[in-house]
T-cell receptor, first 112, second 114 residues
Framework: DTEVTQTPKHLVMGMTNKKSLKCEQHMGHRAMYWYKQKAKKPPELMFVYSYEKLSINESVPSRFSPECPNSSLLNLHLHALQPEDSALYLCASSQEGGQPQHFGDGTRLSIL | AQKITQTQPGMFVQEKEAVTLDCTYD???????LFWYKQPSSGEMIFLIYQGSYDQQNATEGRYSLNFQKARKSANLVISASQLGDSAMYFCAMRARGNNRLAFGKGNQVVVIP
């Protein structure tokens, strides 16, 4: 079983909806990540939180809004998404300093 | 900047045989980590093995071993005794020490056949 838990596993939403993806880890990791992955492609980094502060935003459109309420939780708020935003969204966590990132099972998002 | 190259086309492997997945990398950082991940069709990204740039010995984890050749900047994954459950996409990745960005290769598709 994965130690990083993502909910929901699947999400279908219209372009005018607002929804949130959730991620939780209890490994004491201080860095948490959001990735977007299209089929047959490697994951693309979206955001990094380090010690609960946003440290990297890879020029992601503002319709994606991350939030880190505490060291164990990471949210991704979605609003007014486009069909091209349909993808697998992966959350990951790690210790600082070059240690492996551990991923959740992902949320498969479909935008109608 | 870091770059990972995985160029092998999709591979078919006979069950119980070994398979080697190639990975070369490029970086100017003296200290870095190399990682292999497995992604089955269900989507989860599973961490397999880690090699630090200063590690003297090649990493091993069960049936997985990493053939690390620092001078050639290669970090090939060897899966011994392939099982049907090994069918998946395999990604090589690297991360410079102190940098939270993980650079991924394009991946290798492996299909294990009985």
């Amino acid at each position: 079983d994965t130690e990083v838990t993502q909910t929901p596993k699947h999400l279908v939403m219209g372009m005018t909806n607002k929804k949130s993806l959730k991620c939780e880890q209890h490994m004491g990791h201080r860095a948490m990540y959001w990735y977007k992955q299209k089929a047959k492609k490697p994951p693309e980094l979206m955001f990094v939180y380090s010690y609960e502060k946003l440290s990297i935003n890879e020029s992601v459109p503002s319709r994606f809004s991350p939030e880190c309420p505490n060291s164990s939780l990471l949210n991704l708020h979605l609003h007014a998404l486009q069909p091209e935003d349909s993808a697998l969204y992966l959350c990951a966590s790690s210790q600082e300093g070059g240690q492996p990132q551990h991923f959740g099972d992902g949320t498969r998002l479909s935008i109608l | 900047a870091q770059k990972i190259t995985q160029t092998q086309p999709g591979m078919f492997v006979q069950e119980k045989e070994a398979v080697t997945l190639d990975c070369t990398y490029d970086t100017s950082d003296p200290s870095y980590g190399l990682f292999w991940y497995k992604q089955p069709s269900s989507g989860e990204m599973i961490f397999l093995i880690y090699q630090g740039s200063y590690d003297q010995q090649n990493a091993t984890e069960g049936r997985y071993s990493l053939n690390f050749q620092k001078a050639r900047k290669s970090a090939n994954l060897v899966i011994s005794a392939s099982q049907l459950g090994d069918s998946a996409m395999y990604f090589c990745a690297m991360r410079a020490r102190g940098n939270n960005r993980l650079a991924f290769g394009k991946g290798n598709q492996v299909v294990v056949i009985p």
